[in-house]
């Protein structure tokens, strides 16, 4: 949101990290690559039942799944382009994010300018943060953490908000590749505002009426 100068420093310090090799493939390509593969699993042995028993919950489930599905190849799409500048003969810039950080803002800009990229990285968002949510509730419902059923309701509620704050976030970021400051309008931003100069200002005196 903060313009290209901020997005590019950022990347930057993500580049000066100790480890940072060992961070990528132990702390977010296996994982990742575990949960996915894990997750088709068990999408895949799902019992699809919501038309013989039309509950919310039913469908709720079946998203979780969907979503899942779809992230796997979103973000397989988005490692293998972002990280390692693949798809570049596809009329995408095949310059990586990794490694170019002075030009990171420029190359997710340039790709965003396809209506096609932007709407996909929007659906990805969306999907992002409704499996994160939706799947926070799961995870405390499996384990015991939330019995009742005002607890969960109250529960999958706060999930649902969470999920709804991300996609939010996500989506104005993916806009301010686009547009200062996405959505949101630019006075809020934070962006600092230039003063004008003037070349020769008025004496602070006392004026005479």
Not at 56 to 66: C, E, I, M, T
Not at 73 to 99: E, Q
Not at 146 to 160: M, N, S, T
Not at 172 to 177: I, L, Q, T, V, Y
């Amino acid at each position: 949101m903060y313009g290209e100068k901020v997005f590019n420093d950022a990347v930057a310090d993500i580049h000066h990290l100790p480890f940072l090799l060992f961070i990528e493939i132990f702390g977010i390509f296996l994982p990742l690559l575990f949960h996915s593969v894990y997750g088709i699993f068990i999408s895949a042995e799902a019992k699809v039942n919501v038309f013989n028993y039309n509950y919310a919950r039913n469908w709720l489930y079946v998203f979780q799944r969907v979503t899942g599905v779809f992230l796997f190849f979103f973000i397989l799409f988005h490692i293998l382009h972002f990280r390692f500048g693949l798809f570049g003969s596809f009329g995408l810039t095949d310059t990586p994010v990794a490694g170019n950080a002075d030009k990171a803002f420029a190359i997710v800009a340039g790709d965003f300018q396809s209506v096609g990229i932007l709407i996909f990285y929007i659906l990805g968002v969306a999907a992002t943060a409704w499996h994160l949510g939706y799947g926070m509730f799961l995870f405390a419902v499996d384990w015991g953490m939330i019995i009742g059923e005002k607890a969960q309701k109250i529960a999958l509620y706060a999930c649902a908000l969470v999920a709804f704050c991300l996609f939010a976030a996500g989506t104005n970021a993916a806009f301010s590749f686009v547009r200062p400051c996405g959505l949101m309008p630019e006075a809020l931003c934070g962006m600092e505002k230039q003063e004008k100069k003037v070349e020769n200002p008025e004496p602070l005196a006392p004026r005479r009426f």
